[in-house]
């Protein structure tokens, strides 16, 4: 077991496991946080595993581990490893079963104050326009072969279709297509159980939020985000359904022996994995990247559908009910780029596993407007509890590859919330709060209670602290749709 002696203390916010810590480990662990925090995830296995993490061949530098963090499929969640193209290896577990899980933040220019007896209406509309829970299905009905296009085009055959804007694209992470992807490397399985999702919400941690921009930090960022304090805005959370659960619960199978192939010594079986210049390697990452782009279109609709809702509820109400993109980014992922590793740039595959993109000022790839105020980075809370925007700083780049937190961190698992938490008192008690909830069932609701989760404003304190981001606005909930 690790002990908090075990750590060294870099600074207030950053610690380290280092390499000699355990004979097999290839690379140190870096892991940001809070003293408290630190002794709250030792509780857990995640620290273990991210010193399994370390073991694994081509890795180019430490493993990154973010103060959410919490146990997690061979990897903890909120964990960041990158390995080399030529000798490095790619791990589902490092990347996680639902691929390309993000947020997708859209703004308004509505005052709240225009429409707070409108937020019911607004959450009901929501609800009945965005199919959500276990299961569920979309009414878009889609082709074999529209399904292949989705995966292969992402967001860009929404924009044929009607369900985008140029702009959505331009503001999503990789505009919403990842390349490389192939619809020919997912399992039938996989197509099957994506066909009649796509538009859909899910259940778990997913959610649909009314937010209040509620306290601005940075008021030219904010105004280059779209953001502006007092007025109203919608944040997305899902991912990519039962496809790039399939992916991954086929890759997870086919890669013990992958593994055994390859001679690759692992100390934990979940952590299979396959070297990235390997005939496995490069077909899980051609499904991976084609499930990434299922989960993009799906939030492409899903905003659209949200546009929709507000339509509905507004037109004739408000001058303008419509809705703009802020940004769509993925938090659970394995992305090719480039990175400067001892002095010089390097081609590597980021594992961002409960872990969100936050590139800093400057970098290539970025939309022009954030090429001077770094990425926005989308951090939602636990639907009783606030959300924060954040952009990308220097100190991500050099430090974590280019990468942040996403979310509060669960301090309690799902089984024990539903233990220990009643549904129907939740609801009770967010609605004493001003927070309308629409939810498909109570045991879900107990699941994802605010008090499952970690202090999302002291998870910021530490990412900002550490100078990976810059805190940018403030978001609390006024209605939450719920799976």
Not at 80 to 104: E, F, H, K, Q
Not at 137 to 151: F, N, P, T, V
Not at 359 to 380: C, D, N, S
């Amino acid at each position: 077991m690790v002990a908090l002696k075990d750590f060294k203390r870099i600074s207030e916010f950053e610690w380290e496991i280092p390499k000699g810590f355990r004979s097999d480990m290839r690379v140190s662990v870096r892991i940001f946080s809070s003293r408290k925090m630190l002794e709250q995830s030792l509780g857990d296995l995640s620290v273990e595993q991210a010193i399994n993490a370390a073991t694994l061949p081509g890795l180019v530098d430490a493993v990154v581990v973010m103060p959410d963090m919490h146990q997690g499929y061979g990897f903890p969640i909120g964990g960041v490893a990158a390995t080399d193209l030529g000798n490095g290896v790619i791990s589902p577990g490092g990347i996680g079963y639902d691929i390309n899980c993000g947020v997708r933040l859209l703004s308004s220019q509505i005052p709240y104050d225009k429409v707070k007896d409108e937020i019911y209406s607004l959450v009901v509309a929501l609800n009945r326009h965005c199919p959500s829970g276990v299961g569920s299905e979309g009414g878009i009905k889609l082709s074999a072969q529209d399904l292949d296009k989705i995966c292969e085009n992402g967001s860009e055959w929404a924009l044929k279709n009607g369900f985008a804007t140029p702009q959505d694209l331009r503001r999503t992470e990789e505009n919403g297509k990842i390349p490389g992807a192939s619809a020919k490397k997912i399992s039938d399985r996989a197509k099957k159980r994506g066909l009649p999702q796509l538009g859909t919400l899910g259940s778990g941690n997913h959610f649909i939020e009314i937010d209040l921009i509620d306290q601005v930090f940075d008021a030219k960022t904010a105004e280059v985000f779209g953001l502006r304090q007092g007025n109203i805005a919608v944040m997305i959370h899902c991912g990519s359904r039962g496809l790039g659960h399939q992916v991954c619960s086929d890759t997870v199978q086919a890669f013990q022996s992958t593994t055994q192939k390859y001679g690759i010594k692992i100390p934990d079986r979940e952590l299979v994995c396959a070297p990235l210049d390997s005939p496995e390697g490069r077909d899980y990452l051609a499904a991976m990247n084609a499930a990434a782009n299922y989960a993009f279109c799906n939030r492409q609709v899903l905003a659209h559908l949200a546009r929709n809702a507000f339509e509905s509820v507004l037109a004739g109400k408000v001058k303008n009910w419509h809705l703009h993109q802020v940004y769509d980014i993925a938090h659970n992922i394995g992305k090719i780029e480039e990175h400067l590793i001892d002095g010089k740039y390097q081609k590597v595959c980021v594992h961002r596993k409960g872990a969100t993109r936050a590139f800093g000022p400057g970098v290539a790839g970025l939309p022009e407007e954030f090429l001077h105020t770094g990425q926005p980075v989308l951090v939602p809370g636990s639907m009783g509890t606030s959300s924060w925007v954040l952009s990308g700083a220097p100190g991500s780049m050099e430090r974590s590859f280019g990468s942040s937190c996403h979310g509060a961190g669960r301090v309690m698992s799902r089984q024990k919330a539903k233990k220990s938490i009643r549904g129907d008192q939740l609801r009770v008690e967010l609605e004493k709060k001003g927070i309308l909830i629409q939810a498909g069932s109570l045991s879900g609701l107990a699941e994802e209670a605010p008090a499952a989760y970690k202090d999302v404003d002291q998870v910021i304190e530490v990412v900002t602290g550490a100078g990976l981001t810059r805190k940018i606005a403030r978001l609390i909930p006024l209605a939450v749709v719920k799976g």
